[in-house]
């Protein structure tokens, strides 16, 4: 059974930095595609970021591009999210995605197999 656990989300001011951290377990297969999306009061949840396991390109929405990382570590099965220069609109509740369905779209909700619980962000001004 795939398990994703979320941590490292919290409260900081407009301009810090918070690290998500995306422990995955359970997955049969040693490749495969990984996203974060994240999802505000009354909004869609839209994708923030994916990268595929096996290395290659990574993928960023435009409102974060140039101020969030995504990056893997594979010996620790963990995925990770650098989020500096924190804007309000960055608060939302920051969901770890895994196993893009083939033909997919990384920043399509639906398009991912497994969800992590999920670990608040607020910035405030």
């Known amino acids: 059974q795939v398990q994703l656990v979320e941590s490292g989300g919290g409260s900081v001011q407009a301009g810090g930095s918070l690290r998500l951290s995306c422990a995955a377990s359970g997955y049969r297969y040693r490749r495969y595609y990984m996203g974060w999306f994240r999802q505000a009061p009354g909004k869609e949840r839209e994708g923030v970021a994916a990268l595929y396991t096996g290395g290659g390109s990574t993928y960023y929405a435009a409102s974060v591009k140039g101020r969030f990382t995504i990056s893997q570590d594979n010996a620790r099965n963990t995925l990770y999210l650098q989020m500096n220069s924190l804007k309000p609109e960055d608060t939302a509740m920051y969901y770890c995605?895994?196993?893009?369905?083939?033909?997919?779209?990384?920043?399509?909700?639906?398009?991912?197999?497994?969800w992590g619980q999920g670990t608040q962000v607020t910035v405030s001004s």
């Open positions: 995605a895994a196993d893009l369905v083939y033909g997919g779209s990384w920043s399509r909700a639906t398009d991912f197999r497994y």
